[in-house]
C-alpha cells in the first residue's frame, strides 16, 4: 500500500479520543511511508491526520472542492492540495489515489464516502481493502447495522466480512496493508 484514503470529520467531535486516534493514523501511516489522501481540511479530524503525517515528514494530499475552502479551512501546508469543483470530483479522485481507505469517526459526509467505496466493491469496481477504525466504539452501530442487512437478506455476508473493523489503529494499518 503506497497511499491511503482517509475519510473523517472536518470537526474533532465531543471526545478526545477521536483527535488522539487521527493523531496515531497520521504518525504511523508517515512512518510506514504511506502518503495520506484526504478531503484537505486544517481542520477537525482532518487536520489531526494531516498534522501529525506532516510532523513525521509524511507526504499528504489533499483534495477540497472550491465551494467548501472556507468552510472547512483549506489546509495549507500538505504536501499537495488539489481543488476541484464539486464534492462528486472530490471523492472521485480520493477514491482514484487510494490504495486502501479507512473511515475513521465523522458525520453523514464520511459515512456517505465510505459506504460509496463498499458498494463499488461490492459490484466489482474494485479489490481495495475497505477498514472501519472502531475507536471507542464510534462504528459499532453501524457493524451492528451491517449484520442486520446480512441477516434480513440485503446484503451478502461475505461483502461485510470484507470490511476490516478495528478498535486499534496500528492493528488497522497492519491488516490493511497485508
Not at 484526504?38 to 501529525?52: E, I, R, T
Request: proline share 3%; glycine share 10%; with cysteine.
Amino acid at each position: 500500500m503506497n497511499t491511503l484514503t482517509v475519510f473523517c470529520g472536518a470537526k474533532k467531535g465531543n471526545r478526545p479520543i477521536y483527535i488522539q486516534a487521527a493523531q496515531k493514523l497520521g504518525r504511523l501511516a508517515a512512518e510506514l511511508d504511506v502518503e495520506i489522501i484526504y478531503g484537505g481540511s486544517s481542520s477537525g479530524l482532518m487536520g489531526a491526520v494531516a498534522d501529525s503525517a506532516l510532523e513525521k515528514n509524511g507526504t499528504v494530499t489533499g483534495i477540497i472542492p472550491e465551494e467548501l475552502k472556507p468552510q472547512e479551512i483549506a489546509h495549507q501546508h500538505v504536501s499537495r492540495l488539489i481543488t476541484v469543483n464539486s464534492m462528486h470530483e472530490r471523492k472521485a479522485l480520493m477514491y482514484e489515489k487510494g490504495d486502501a481507505f479507512v473511515a475513521l469517526p465523522g458525520g453523514i459526509g464520511t459515512l456517505e464516502e465510505f459506504m460509496e467505496v463498499i458498494t463499488w466493491g461490492a459490484i466489482g469496481q474494485h479489490e481495495k481493502q475497505c477498514a472501519l477504525l472502531n475507536v471507542g466504539n464510534y462504528y459499532t452501530p453501524l457493524e451492528e447495522l451491517l449484520e442486520h442487512m446480512v441477516h434480513e437478506g440485503f446484503l451478502a455476508k461475505h461483502i461485510k466480512e470484507k470490511i476490516v473493523i478495528e478498535e486499534d489503529v496500528e492493528a488497522l494499518l497492519h491488516k490493511v496493508n497485508s
